[in-house]
């Protein structure tokens, strides 16, 4: 689910950005990328993605790797662009053990 992480009436898709992570829940997901907060706004376990306004935003992001049952914490500090959608990914260590960053890949 997508929260909508910004004051005022609902923008069109073309004046927001939006952000999307993991499902939190990914049974045997190796890695998985969950974004935790933006902003000061925390994100409910039920969101998985935020539209917010355009400009400079802080992304709180969890890395969570299944086989080590370790967690990787990153602040992103980004300028996000309205009518752009970006995804969370993990780079990842050797085999999958450990969360070495997160990137933002833009997808549209």
């Known amino acids: 689910m997508t929260l909508r992480a ?23 997901a190796p890695v998985s990328v969950l974004l935790r907060k ?6 409910d376990p039920r969101y998985n993605a935020v539209d917010v306004l355009p400009g400079k935003h802080t992304l709180l ?5 299944a086989e080590t049952h370790s967690v990787a914490r990153f602040p992103l ?3 996000l ?3 752009t959608s970006y995804a ?11 969360c070495e960053n997160v990137r933002v890949r833009v997808l549209d």
């Open 61 to 65: 992001v969890d890395c969570q790797v």
């Open 6 to 28: 910004y004051d005022g009436p609902r923008q069109s898709k073309n004046e927001v950005a939006h952000v999307s992570g993991d499902l939190r829940f990914r049974a045997g």
């Open 88 to 98: 969370l990914e993990a780079e990842t260590g050797p085999g999958n053990r450990s």
């Open 81 to 83: 662009e309205p009518g």
């Open 38 to 43: 933006v902003d000061d706004r925390d994100l």
């Open 77 to 79: 500090e980004m300028y």
